[in-house]
């Protein structure tokens, strides 16, 4: 029997969005088994639910005919999605963002889950296959980070396609933000942090400006990676956060963000750089969160996102 199709009053053919028995069997012999999930308890939202709108004020019936124009004329190229200094979100934007997180941890979410992302990180750092990734101490440490929070990003996208992962600059807001402290919500997430954060340990202007005059990529990749910068902050928020498992730590991504930032800020400064050595090619691992290559993650405007 053909699948079923909508018709508009134009008298164009619209495929719609239901699957066929056959095609719902192929997807329960090809699901993945089930995983472990990140327990993490939902915190009560601090702005009203009604204002976590996903809609434009104004749509029209071929918007809810065909919903992938919609997504498309919002936010496909050369529309980016904008990743905003923490220090300028709403108390929405906060809200937006938090509760993604905590949906993609929730028990019954679909894969891949938060835990997904959390192990892939663990493995990165506490086995010999996952040490092979390059993730730390090499040159793919940046590439393999950028795909990392794209692909996270592209995760909560799909709980709410307003939300982008925000971050921290540690240099010029030198404490851990406010609305990724409260006691209650570590608590409820599952995370603990250290108890002498030392914000005077960070980072200066002085050495960010030193570093971002280096111009070979090498030199800046290690020194970036290293401490202060990179593994210090790890180091000074300390609990999960200094573990191989700090993702499961929302703060981490506030953090590898404006990682992430500095090396695109970098990119901007240093065209002719060549990124060495000559691994362009190289798939990043592991599959099936990530799956591009070197060379597919070195442009953040080809991965829809820049920064304000």
């Known amino acids: 029997m053909p699948k079923p199709r909508l018709l508009t009053k134009q008298g164009h053919i619209v495929?719609?969005?239901?699957?066929?028995?056959?095609e719902l069997r192929q997807l329960l012999r090809t699901e993945p088994k089930p995983r472990p999930l990140q327990r993490m308890k939902r915190?009560?939202?601090k702005v009203p639910k009604n204002k976590l709108l996903i809609w434009p004020e104004r749509f029209n019936m071929r918007d809810l005919i065909r919903p992938d124009l919609?997504?498309?004329?919002?936010?496909c190229p050369p529309r980016y999605r904008i990743r905003k200094n923490q220090k300028d979100l709403?108390?929405?934007?906060w809200a937006r963002f938090i509760h993604a997180i905590e949906s993609l941890a929730e028990s019954d979410i679909p894969s891949p889950t938060y835990e997904e992302f959390v192990d892939i990180h663990d493995r990165a750092m506490m086995t010999s296959e996952g040490m092979m990734w390059g993730a730390h101490g090499g040159l793919k440490f940046l590439p393999w980070h950028r795909e990392y929070l794209a692909k996270l990003e592209a995760r909560l996208i799909m709980i709410n396609p307003l939300v982008s992962i925000p971050y921290w600059n540690w240099v010029e807001d030198r404490a851990i933000p406010a609305q990724l402290s409260d006691p209650s919500d570590l608590a409820a997430w599952n995370i603990t942090r250290g108890t002498s954060f030392n914000s005077s340990l960070l980072a200066t202007a002085t050495q960010i400006s030193t570093l971002m005059a280096s111009a070979d990529f090498a030199g800046f990749s290690t020194t970036l990676e290293a401490s202060p910068f990179h593994n210090r902050v790890h180091i000074l928020v300390g609990g999960t956060m200094?573990?191989?498992?700090?993702?499961?730590?929302?703060?981490?991504?506030?953090?590898?963000?404006f990682i992430d930032k500095l090396w695109a800020d970098w990119q901007q400064t240093h065209p002719g750089a060549v990124f060495n050595p000559p691994n362009t090619s190289d798939t990043l691992q592991p599959p099936p969160?990530?799956?591009?290559?070197?060379?597919?993650?070195?442009?953040?405007?080809?991965?829809?996102y820049v920064y304000a």
Request: aromatic share 10%; with cysteine; hydrophobic share 45%.
């Open 289 to 304: 969160i990530m799956t591009r290559t070197v060379a597919q993650v070195l442009n953040i405007q080809s991965l829809g």
């Open 70 to 75: 919609l997504f498309c004329r919002i936010y």
């Open 90 to 93: 709403s108390a929405v934007e």
């Open 242 to 257: 200094a573990t191989s498992r700090s993702p499961a730590d929302p703060l981490f991504w506030l953090h590898h963000a």
């Open 15 to 22: 495929p719609d969005w239901i699957i066929s028995s056959d």
């Open 43 to 45: 915190v009560p939202l």
